[in-house]
């Protein structure tokens, strides 16, 4: 599976930006889907998951409520709505395959380019 983020890029704090990430392969409705995060001198972060079908996401309590992760599997796309973004969001944004419906970077199995989300306060 090769991925390929998109959608980065600056924005003021209150602003929104959406990422999406497209996948090869014709497996991909068969993994979970995730995103993580990695800012400057700080470990990768979890951001979001969404389950095989779609039905079951999770977010960690710092972007809960404010992110919103979808994926369109006839497309073989996932996306990554972000609103009333901080400068504190600021980071490399990967998207993932990972291996179940897990949320640690230990577990993922295909990492994709990341793209830069900056937000300027």
């Known amino acids: 599976v090769q991925l390929q983020a998109s959608g980065g890029g600056l924005v003021q704090a209150g602003g929104s930006l959406r990422l999406s990430c497209a996948a090869s392969?014709?497996?991909?409705?068969?993994?979970?889907m995730g995103w993580f995060r990695q800012a400057p001198g700080k470990e990768r972060e979890f951001v979001a998951i969404i389950s095989r079908t779609g039905g079951t996401t999770r977010y960690p309590d710092s972007v809960k409520g404010r992110f919103s992760i979808s994926r369109d599997n006839a497309k073989n796309t996932v996306a990554l709505q972000m609103n009333s973004l901080k400068p504190e969001d600021t980071a490399v944004y990967y998207c993932?395959?990972?291996?179940?419906?897990?949320?640690?970077?230990?577990?993922?199995?295909?990492w994709g380019k990341g793209t830069q989300v900056t937000v300027s306060s």
């Open positions: 993932a395959v990972q291996k179940g419906f897990f949320t640690s970077a230990t577990t993922v199995e295909y």
């Open positions: 392969g014709r497996t991909f409705s068969s993994y979970a």
